[in-house]
């Protein structure tokens, strides 16, 4: 009988050696899925034979049935929210070569605005399957932070410029579920509830400003990476007038001809 790493004795053929992998993981493996790891592993020191060693390269096939489990459990309810634990301490580790180095340092370095005590990344040989699950919970999470900030004035709190976050990482955004997007007033809003502006005069902006929140529905002109269905132009603006001047309204006529 050989003791594991909490002293309790196991048959060596119930072993298998996750003693190489970060106990960081491994915690957080526990913590999120309930799958206890260390239980299997030998105390720590011991040096027995006959025993499968395992390192991170071999996790990625273990994390990724954890996911596939917990999505077969929740069915419907599942939401990466629920897994952060995990993804949060899996996001540092990044390969130390191969076609994913350099998309898993970018996101590693996209979410480290929104954690600055996440701690600096620790280059590991790795297999592309343990990133699957976690990249999808951190773009996730990158997504609700910048819906949470509401405006462009408290996306400060992490980058200096919204404007090019959101251009720069357009194939990790997704403006269709999540409000992420600056309207001309600052507010952040989903792009389906976005018009994209075709250079209507500011003039005119100015004259509807007094009857609806026009630039509200006008996406900002910084954004580049992506264009709302919907397109308002000069001549719709002038139709919107023109219909209150139908409809004799003294002030839009008073507007118009101070202008």
């Known amino acids: 009988m050989i003791p594991n790493t909490y002293g309790e004795f196991l048959k060596i053929q119930e072993f298998e050696d996750f003693n190489c992998v970060p106990e960081e993981i491994l915690d957080g493996i526990q913590k999120t ?20 060693k395992n390192s991170i390269k071999d996790l990625g096939e273990i994390v990724e049935q954890c996911f596939g489990n917990k999505r077969k459990e929740e069915r419907d309810f599942f939401n990466y ?35 600055k005590k996440i701690g600096e990344p620790i280059e590991i040989d790795s297999n592309e399957d343990l ?3 976690v990249n999808n919970g951190i773009i996730q999470y990158i997504n ?36 992420i997007i600056p309207n001309q007033n600052g507010k952040l809003k989903k792009i389906d509830e976005l018009y994209l502006d075709n250079g209507i005069y500011e003039e005119l902006k100015n004259i509807l400003s007094e009857y609806s929140y026009i630039r509200d529905e006008l996406m900002d002109k910084r954004i580049k990476s992506f264009s709302p269905r919907r397109i308002m132009s000069n001549e719709d603006i002038k139709n919107k007038i023109n219909n209150l001047i139908d409809n004799n309204d003294s002030y839009i006529i008073f507007l118009i001809s101070n202008i």
């Open 33 to 52: 899925f309930s799958k206890d790891l260390k239980q299997k592993s030998p105390y720590k020191g011991l040096n027995i034979k006959g025993i499968n």
């Open 131 to 133: 990133y699957s699950d």
């Open 81 to 115: 929210r629920n897994t952060y634990g995990i993804c949060k301490i899996i996001i540092k580790y990044i390969p130390m070569n191969g076609r994913k180095k350099e998309y898993q340092k970018r996101l590693y370095n996209l979410y480290k605005l929104f954690n």
């Open 144 to 179: 609700e932070q910048i819906r949470n900030s509401s405006s462009v004035e408290k996306t400060k709190e992490f980058t200096d410029d919204i404007f090019n976050l959101i251009n720069e990482n357009s194939d990790l955004l997704d403006p269709s579920k999540y409000s």
